[in-house]
């Protein structure tokens, strides 16, 4: 620690950390642009002046930019001094020549951190009255809009979205007062993080198209904390609404899961809340077969009828509902007969991911990643698959960088500096994937066939332990299994990275291999598994069975925010729907299956529901509904609920408080998720906490064409939130907070001031709690050599995720589902010979239903695999690890498609 002097107060501080930086941690108020936590300093803006002495005898001074200013021992400052004001508010001023005057009609209004900024640096009357430099806009895709007049040039965008983020499409061209921000010709952003730019962005320029189509105030949004469902990450968001109608999604900050950024899908997909497919109110199959609308009294007394008739009862649950929901279904059904509805492989995966978080292998946090310093990734493509963790990735590769900068007594807050010193020295990351990976621009790629792979994974256990390349394996001129080796183990904290987009369990057993030959010498071993759904590892803790046995009958089957026919071939569903006699399905969106129902009850989506995920690290998380939904749709934990009720199950259990409690108690190994967020108990100082900002307009005007007369707002029985702005938020903990806001700050800045230090931790710990620990050794696996099967068209079908396209419900938002690729069958030019196909072709798994597939031909595709997308048409039968393909003889191409699409963002 280091004592310096700042406007006459002696200070103890870090001197690790740049001045500006040590201000803000202070709670100072000291205006700054181009300075962002997770970007450094490159003092472009000039705005974050300060004054600083040489001595206490100096009584002028010298004007220096805090941000790029290192802590010394005695050093003496002036923040509020007349030189330091001054300066401040002409370089403000500066700034403001050319920019609009159109806060009112301005997207970021009221949310504004060059408004903020603005204020607090005195500048108010403006006194250039000349003409104003401007630009044309350009189309940047279905997600960002763009508004360049608003343009300050403080370089964040462009340092966000090429130095962190690794785009190359983002740019500034131009010098002077003509500097311009964006692409060299309109076009969709491509970048899977290019989203966060309307957070990084400190005006207006980059703005949310989602928000704009049905823009209101920023101070008018009723919001809460949630948890984004897109993939098994967990990253923290918050949910906004205004007249009963999802408007945002925002990132929330954790300090130990997405920090300060998230993934596109998981801004931009949350569209489907709002769609026209959802379920809106109960419905009954009368003996025509036609759905009737019913009350919730009535259809509840129909299915306890049901329930009390049926001799064989049936629940599979869901890995993108609640626990609790998953729960109360087990307990309706009995735990005998509860199946997790995940197919063969998804469950195989996860249940070993749960046997690793009760084993002595570390699972590390998003956060944590970015210290690794050596990382392979068996079969996984994070940047598709679970996007926010290969941003986490691409942080964790500039160690190397850093240790450069250590060497050299460069800080690392001065990122223009140690960027330049290291130039391409990174730490090493293997990737061994089946197609090409976002990522490989910075690591170290192979391309295998998921056999393979697994193989590899194997080989490099075999040879960690032995401490000896395996010969056959380090033969392989695709991969240098001794160079592997020898990263890992020199390193100080290796990281292994698999997960499910390849449906490949012999991959993550591979991966469990090495991290547990790894972790017999260094204790600092890291092994990530990603799952494909939200709530995977909750719905795994469950129960074991995935599905009912074909040809298993059921007088009743209930089925929890499943689409079935997603997850398995339609002629499977056909077969067992004709065993089923009564089909009762909860779920938000009408589907495929639901459309086959006997009844359907309508469920609230995330945005409306309180419920508890379990990410991928074993982290409990709460997620909160920002407003309640209509007419009788109800959380799925509801509805089953009052099932139980019905049938004189689970009397105790009246409110979700009482709920999880019981699960706590059933289930010692998730007593945890009781303290996974405050109960509806919580008050400070005696109230709730608010999910309006104190700014809101009033709830008068949002119905006056219907009634001039206020209504009751609604009561949250269920939570310590109100749907209103009475009621507390500054001192609300982290996973309650619905909205941060300090005086003088109304932007996302604001979050410095809950903070335990800037980037750090919240002052009152991160959201969520982890779940399991454990100490023994996770269980030793053997190599299953037996490939795919022999002969011309025995061929394996490898899975290929798609960030827009591939998740099931992001897929039903329209600017999402833009950018989904079409179908395609991807081989190289051995495979597609074999399989006497060329370019314009199509093949077809040969399962009688399956979608016919365009080929598309390219070197890089491993040999003797068929690369295909996870689609809503396709997802069902990538399930399968080898098929029979074969060609379409009857198939042409659809109207106006003259190429296949096999990669995401299209122009």
């Given amino acids: 620690m280091t004592n310096i002097t700042v406007d006459g107060r002696l200070l103890e501080v870090d001197d690790s950390d740049n001045l500006l930086q040590v201000l803000l941690g202070l709670g100072e108020d000291l205006p700054y642009f181009c300075w962002h936590p997770e970007l450094g300093s490159v003092g472009a803006c000039r705005q974050c002046a300060v004054v600083q002495y040489m001595n206490e005898d100096d009584k002028r001074g010298r004007v220096v930019m805090s941000c790029m200013t290192a802590i010394t021992e005695g050093a003496i400052f002036s923040v509020q001094g007349e030189k330091a004001s001054n300066f401040r508010t002409s370089v403000i001023e500066n700034l403001m020549l050319n920019h609009p005057h159109d806060c009112p009609v301005c997207e970021e209004g009221g949310e504004c951190h060059l408004q903020d900024m603005t204020i607090m640096a005195g500048h108010r009357d403006r006194q250039y009255r000349h003409l104003k430099t401007t630009f044309r806009n350009q189309y940047l895709g279905p997600f960002i809009g763009h508004e360049m007049n608003r343009c300050i040039t403080c370089y964040r965008c462009v340092r966000y979205y090429q130095d962190y983020a690794g785009g190359d499409d983002l740019s500034a061209f131009a010098s002077r007062d003509r500097i311009y921000f964006g692409r060299s010709a309109d076009g969709v952003l491509e970048n899977e993080f290019a989203g966060n730019l309307v957070e990084v962005c400190p005006t207006g320029v980059f703005t949310d198209k989602i928000?704009?189509?049905?823009?209101?105030?920023k101070w008018d949004l009723q919001s809460a904390p949630a948890v984004c469902t897109g993939c098994s990450l967990g990253c923290n968001i918050t949910v906004s609404e205004r007249y009963g109608q999802l408007r945002r999604i925002h990132n929330r900050y954790n300090g130990e899961v997405n920090g300060y950024f998230l993934c596109d899908r998981g801004r931009f997909g949350a569209e489907y809340v709002n769609s026209d497919d959802r379920i809106p109110y109960c419905g009954i199959r009368n003996t025509d077969g036609i759905y009737e609308a019913n009350s919730a009294k009535n259809t509840?007394?129909?299915v306890g009828a049901l329930l009390r008739d049926a001799k064989t009862i049936i629940g599979i649950g869901s890995p993108r509902a609640s626990l609790e929901a998953n729960f109360v279904l087990r307990t309706l059904v009995g735990e005998d007969n509860?199946?997790?509805g995940l197919s063969g492989p998804e469950a195989e995966i996860g249940s070993l991911l749960l046997s690793v978080l009760k084993s002595n292998i570390k699972t590390p946090s998003l956060a944590q990643v970015e210290d690794f310093d050596a990382i392979l990734i068996l079969g996984e493509d994070t940047t598709n698959h679970a996007p926010r963790l290969a941003l986490s990735l691409r942080q964790a590769v500039r160690n190397e960088a850093k240790n450069l900068a250590r060497d050299a007594r460069i800080p690392l807050w001065a990122d223009a500096a140690v960027r330049k010193l290291a130039q391409d020295a990174r730490s090493p990351m293997f990737i061994l994937t089946s197609s090409d990976d976002r990522l490989d621009d910075v690591g170290i790629p192979s391309r295998l066939n998921p056999d393979d792979i697994a193989l590899a994974g194997f080989s490099i256990a075999e040879a960690i332990n032995s401490h000896a390349a395996n010969d056959d394996a380090d033969n392989d001129s695709r991969i240098n299994i001794a160079s592997i080796v020898e990263a890992l183990t020199n390193a100080s904290k290796p990281l292994i990275v698999t997960g499910s987009s390849s449906s490949s369990p012999e991959i993550v057993k591979a991966a469990i291999n090495v991290a547990n030959a790894l972790a017999k010498h260094n204790d600092n071993t890291g092994l990530i598994i990603c799952t494909d759904e939200a709530n995977t590892l909750a719905v795994v803790s469950l129960g074991?069975?995935?599905?009912?046995?074909?040809g298993a009958a059921a007088d009743v089957a209930i089925v929890l925010e499943n689409d079935l026919f997603q997850r398995f071939a339609d002629a499977a569903m056909e077969d067992w729907l004709e065993h089923v006699t009564n089909l009762i399905v909860i779920d938000s969106l009408d589907n495929s299956l639901s459309s086959r129902s006997d009844v359907v009850l309508p469920a609230a989506t995330f945005a409306e529901a309180q419920g508890t995920y379990i990410n991928n690290e074993g982290r409990a998380q709460r997620s909160f509904g920002a407003f309640k939904p209509k007419g009788d749709i109800a959380p799925s934990w509801d509805w089953l609920l009052r099932l139980c009720h019905g049938q004189d199950l689970l009397q105790d259990v009246q409110h979700i408080d009482e709920l999880l409690r019981t699960i706590a108690e059933i289930l010692p190994e998730l007593a945890l998720i009781v303290n996974a967020a405050p109960d509806a108990g919580f008050r400070d100082h005696g109230q709730k906490i608010a999910r309006m900002t104190h700014r809101q307009s009033g709830r008068t005007a949002m119905l006056a064409d219907v009634s001039v007369h206020e209504p009751k707002q609604p009561e949250d029985d269920n939570s310590a939130l109100t749907y209103s702005m009475e009621g507390a938020n500054q001192a609300a903990p982290g996973s309650l907070r619905a909205f941060t806001w300090s005086p003088g700050w109304n932007s996302n800045q604001s979050i410095n001031k809950f903070?335990?230090?800037?980037?750090?931790?919240?002052?009152?710990?991160?959201?969520g709690i982890k779940l399991f620990t454990g100490s023994s050794a996770v269980a030793h696996f053997v190599s299953d050599k037996s490939g795919p099967g022999s002969g011309n068209i025995r061929i394996r079908v490898v899975p290929r995720w798609h960030i827009f396209g591939s998740d099931e419900l992001s897929n039903k938002s329209q600017a999402i589902r833009s950018l989904a690729p079409s179908p395609y069958a991807l081989l190289n030019p051995n495979t597609a010979e074999n399989l006497n196909v060329q370019t314009g072709d199509a093949l077809k798994l040969d399962s009688g239903d399956a979608p016919s597939l365009p080929v598309s031909i390219e070197d890089n595709v491993p040999d003797g695999c068929v690369i295909c997308p996870v689609l809503e048409t396709t997802r069902?039968?990538?399930?399968?690890?080898?098929?029979?393909?074969?060609?379409?003889?009857?198939?042409?191409?659809?109207?106006?498609?003259?190429?296949?699409?096999v990669s995401d963002r299209r122009p």
């Fill in 338 to 340: 509860f199946y997790s």
């Fill in 300 to 302: 509840l007394v129909h």
């Fill in 876 to 901: 069902a039968y990538l399930h399968l690890s080898d098929g029979v393909l074969s060609k379409d003889d009857d198939w042409t191409a659809p109207d106006g498609q003259e190429d296949v699409i």
């Fill in 211 to 217: 928000l704009s189509a049905h823009y209101t105030r």
């Fill in 544 to 550: 074991e069975k995935s599905l009912p046995e074909a």
């Fill in 755 to 767: 903070q335990d230090e800037i980037s750090g931790h919240l002052q009152d710990g991160d959201p």
